[in-house]
């Protein structure tokens, strides 16, 4: 979906640190591919979304980078004071993130709902190919999956992301991080269910847009979707929601606290270069 083409790509960079620059500065090429990729945009439709997709770019590199040079470096003056990590602490960084997302999400919204009107059936065609072929993926890697693959798959995975900020994990914090992946056991199934519900709907704004909903109907809704996303509407959903983010919170408290001094001076160091990076990229898109 647009949304989520534009946040693995702009976020996703979060994740080759030597890499940002130069995988920002083509995000536009990337996106206008997966664009087309998911779409199937015809050529009426192509330009006008490849141009709503440069300034929502635009945009994002002006107003938003500051922003999260801000908070990364607000994370990486945190982490000079030896005091113990505690989730609260992390919980609120996050919402500063889920709200720069939000923010992304009205601006996505916004540009791309004239676009939407004028999809037709081979857009929707390819769309609903896409959905399926991502949720049979799913689906084999995590809910038809040997259970000791799921762990393994979700182990290394977690793994990766926190050695990408505390380098090498020692034993201990690799056996904390295993000892709650297994008390936490998978919840794949009502994964999936989840992402087919949100497909629907997704997918039902689409329909609508194309019966003549007008630009500023499919925006509400678009803007009301992506919302949810970040921040569920149904009781039970928002729960799990919470829940989750509460034990991700204290795992990744846990695993700080646990970290040896080369550990933490690398985790500032990345945030540290992160915002810089952050801030380069923000001040070519001033001069240019």
């Known amino acids: 979906m647009i949304r989520s083409v534009l946040i693995v790509v702009i976020l996703g960079l979060?994740?080759?640190?030597?890499?940002?620059?130069?995988?920002?500065?083509?995000?536009?090429?990337?996106?206008?591919?997966?664009?087309?990729?998911?779409?199937?945009?015809?050529?009426g439709l192509r330009q006008p979304a490849r141009d709503r997709l440069h300034r929502v770019l635009a945009w994002h590199r002006r107003e938003e980078l500051p922003r999260y040079a801000d908070i990364l470096r607000s994370a990486e003056r945190r982490?000079?004071?030896?005091a113990p990590l505690r989730a609260a602490e992390l919980l609120a960084l996050q919402q500063q993130v889920?709200?720069?997302?939000?923010?992304?999400?009205?601006?996505?919204?916004?540009?791309?709902?004239?676009?939407?009107?004028?999809?037709?059936?081979?857009?929707?065609?390819?769309?609903?190919?896409?959905?399926?072929?991502?949720?049979d993926e799913f689906r084999e890697d995590y809910v038809d999956a040997d259970a000791g693959a799921v762990r393994k798959r979700r182990i290394d995975r977690m793994v990766d992301r926190y050695q990408f900020w505390l380098g090498r994990l020692?034993?201990?914090?690799?056996?904390?991080?295993?000892?709650?992946?297994?008390?936490?056991?998978?919840?794949?199934?009502?994964?999936?269910?989840?992402?087919?519900?949100?497909?629907?709907?997704?997918?039902?704004?689409?329909?609508e847009a194309a019966r003549g909903k007008s630009s500023p109907q499919t925006a509400l809704r678009l803007r009301a979707f992506f919302a949810d996303l970040e921040a569920p509407s149904a009781p039970p959903v928002r729960a799990r929601h919470e829940e989750g983010d509460q034990a991700r919170a204290q795992l990744t408290a846990d695993l700080f606290n646990m970290a040896t001094p080369a550990q933490r001076d690398k985790a500032r160091e990345r945030l540290l270069r992160l915002a810089e990076d952050c801030l380069a990229l923000a001040g070519q898109g001033a001069a240019s």
């Open 14 to 43: 979060v994740a080759a640190c030597s890499g940002v620059k130069l995988g920002y500065n083509s995000a536009d090429k990337v996106l206008a591919w997966r664009l087309d990729d998911w779409f199937d945009l015809s050529d």
């Open 79 to 82: 982490l000079v004071d030896p």
């Open 98 to 135: 889920t709200g720069r997302l939000q923010v992304l999400g009205g601006r996505v919204a916004d540009e791309f709902a004239d676009v939407l009107v004028q999809f037709g059936p081979a857009q929707r065609r390819r769309l609903l190919a896409r959905l399926d072929e991502n949720n």
């Open 170 to 207: 020692s034993p201990e914090q690799r056996i904390h991080l295993e000892q709650w992946v297994d008390a936490r056991g998978t919840d794949a199934a009502w994964r999936l269910s989840l992402r087919q519900d949100r497909q629907r709907v997704f997918v039902g704004i689409v329909d």
